[in-house]
């Protein structure tokens, strides 16, 4: 049998072709095939206006591709920003509304690993009407809910920014983003998402300095295989040491 393919789900607003470089230097770093989910702007704005089970079942398709053409039994799932809520959610065994599916992908995954996402309830009143889907999934499936089903859970996230009000363009920025998500803006994150988001009980956590969300800074989570392998391995390596991961192990990471 192959050794376990990775699936890429990327994140919000993103088209798959965006993460073509990212799933070569993550292929190469890996050592395994990486398949990238079909998510298109258009499905991302039809999955986060109206109804995320467009986007599920998308990264089912390319799951369940992936493990057809590979013979794998289970798949490595790697969701970056919201792709790795989608990673999250496609693990359950219940259904958001009547009409959605409900995936069981825990059989289907060995591990899943969440790139500058956010993970907690969201606090934020304008991210909880933008995103109901996000809240619902922390809540249903909290901490590392699977792991006793043998899927490890890791979690990247950086220090790259402070969010400062009145700070530069970049740390205004942050400011924006990390109020609009969690509703304190004055904190680290990675541009995007604050680190006190990116955080799970029960997953191996690599925190990285200097890294930022998205390839609209350098360098970002999955610009090059320096930086990739500064989290993919400590989480392997986490993984073989223990039947579950760890809570928590930091690295320094690169830039």
Not at 105 to 110: A, D, F, I, L, P
Not at 113 to 137: D, F
Not at 235 to 248: D, G, I, Y
């Amino acid at each position: 049998m192959s050794a376990e393919p990775i699936v890429l789900i990327g994140g919000f607003g993103s088209h798959w072709k965006d993460y073509r470089a990212a799933a070569q230097h993550l292929a190469n770093v890996a050592q395994r095939r990486v398949f990238i989910a079909n998510l298109t702007r258009l499905s991302w704005m039809v999955g986060g206006l109206t109804d995320y089970e467009v986007l599920l079942r998308r990264a089912a398709a390319a799951i369940q591709h992936a493990l057809q053409v590979s013979g794998a039994s289970r798949v490595i799932v790697v969701g970056h920003s919201a792709g790795g809520i989608i990673g999250r959610a496609y693990l359950g065994d219940r259904a958001w509304k009547p009409h959605h599916h409900a995936w069981h992908g825990y059989r289907h995954v060995s591990h899943l690993i969440m790139v500058g996402s956010p993970l907690q309830e969201l606090s934020s009143r304008g991210y909880r009407r933008a995103s109901r889907a996000a809240s619902w999934v922390a809540r249903t499936y909290p901490d590392a809910y699977y792991a006793d089903q043998g899927v490890r859970y890791g979690v990247v996230r950086s220090r790259f920014v402070f969010g400062k009000r009145d700070g530069t363009p970049l740390e205004r920025m942050a400011w924006v983003n990390y109020r609009f998500i969690s509703g304190e803006g004055e904190q680290w994150g990675d541009g995007v998402v604050p680190t006190q988001m990116s955080t799970l009980r029960g997953a191996a956590c690599v925190e990285l300095e200097g890294v930022a969300h998205s390839p609209a800074w350098q360098p970002w989570f999955f610009g090059d295989e320096e930086t990739i392998r500064s989290w993919w391995e400590p989480l392997m390596r986490s993984a073989e040491q223990a039947a579950a991961f760890p809570t928590a192990h930091a690295v320094a990471g690169a830039g």
